[in-house]
Protein backbone atom coordinates (compact mmCIF):
# COMPACT_ATOMS: atom_id res chain seq x y z
CA UNK A 1 0.00 0.00 0.00
CA UNK A 2 1.18 3.43 -0.77
CA UNK A 3 0.35 7.09 0.90
CA UNK A 4 -1.52 9.35 -0.98
CA UNK A 5 -2.43 12.91 -0.19
CA UNK A 6 -5.40 14.85 -0.72
CA UNK A 7 -5.91 18.53 -0.37
CA UNK A 8 -9.25 20.79 -1.00
CA UNK A 9 -9.05 24.84 -0.64
CA UNK A 10 -11.45 27.37 -0.73
CA UNK A 11 -11.47 30.60 -2.97
CA UNK A 12 -9.24 32.65 -0.57
CA UNK A 13 -7.19 29.54 -0.60
CA UNK A 14 -7.53 28.42 2.82
CA UNK A 15 -6.88 24.54 3.24
CA UNK A 16 -10.83 22.86 3.80
CA UNK A 17 -9.06 19.21 3.55
CA UNK A 18 -5.58 18.18 4.00
CA UNK A 19 -5.23 14.32 4.43
CA UNK A 20 -3.58 11.27 3.66
CA UNK A 21 -4.68 8.26 2.91
CA UNK A 22 -3.88 4.74 1.96
CA UNK A 23 -4.78 2.43 -1.60
CA UNK A 24 -3.04 -0.33 -3.94
CA UNK A 25 -2.34 1.77 -6.77
CA UNK A 26 -2.67 5.21 -8.36
CA UNK A 27 -6.09 4.11 -10.32
CA UNK A 28 -7.39 2.88 -6.80
CA UNK A 29 -6.14 6.12 -5.19
CA UNK A 30 -8.16 8.28 -8.04
CA UNK A 31 -11.16 6.53 -7.02
CA UNK A 32 -10.88 6.80 -3.77
CA UNK A 33 -9.45 10.92 -3.51
CA UNK A 34 -13.06 11.26 -5.56
CA UNK A 35 -15.02 9.01 -3.19
CA UNK A 36 -13.40 11.41 -0.39
CA UNK A 37 -13.94 14.76 -1.70
CA UNK A 38 -17.67 13.57 -2.97
CA UNK A 39 -18.57 12.76 0.95
CA UNK A 40 -17.17 15.69 2.33
CA UNK A 41 -19.31 18.02 -0.58
CA UNK A 42 -15.69 18.97 -2.07
CA UNK A 43 -15.94 17.57 -5.51
CA UNK A 44 -16.43 21.22 -6.73
CA UNK A 45 -13.30 23.27 -4.83
CA UNK A 46 -10.12 23.56 -5.54
CA UNK A 47 -8.22 20.13 -5.15
CA UNK A 48 -5.75 17.89 -5.80
CA UNK A 49 -4.54 14.56 -5.05
CA UNK A 50 -0.58 13.33 -5.06
CA UNK A 51 1.29 9.85 -5.77
CA UNK A 52 4.15 9.45 -3.01
CA UNK A 53 6.30 10.05 -6.08
CA UNK A 54 4.59 13.44 -6.60
CA UNK A 55 2.52 12.59 -9.63
CA UNK A 56 -0.87 14.71 -10.07
CA UNK A 57 -3.43 12.29 -10.04
CA UNK A 58 -6.79 14.68 -9.22
CA UNK A 59 -6.60 18.31 -10.09
CA UNK A 60 -9.37 20.93 -10.28
CA UNK A 61 -8.65 24.29 -10.17
Known amino acids: MKT???????AAGE?????AFQAE????????????LSE??????THRCTSPSGKLLL???
Open 4 to 10: YKLTAFD
Open 59 to 61: FHP
Open 40 to 45: KNLSEK
Open 15 to 19: KLLDE
Open 25 to 36: SDDAAKVQGEKL
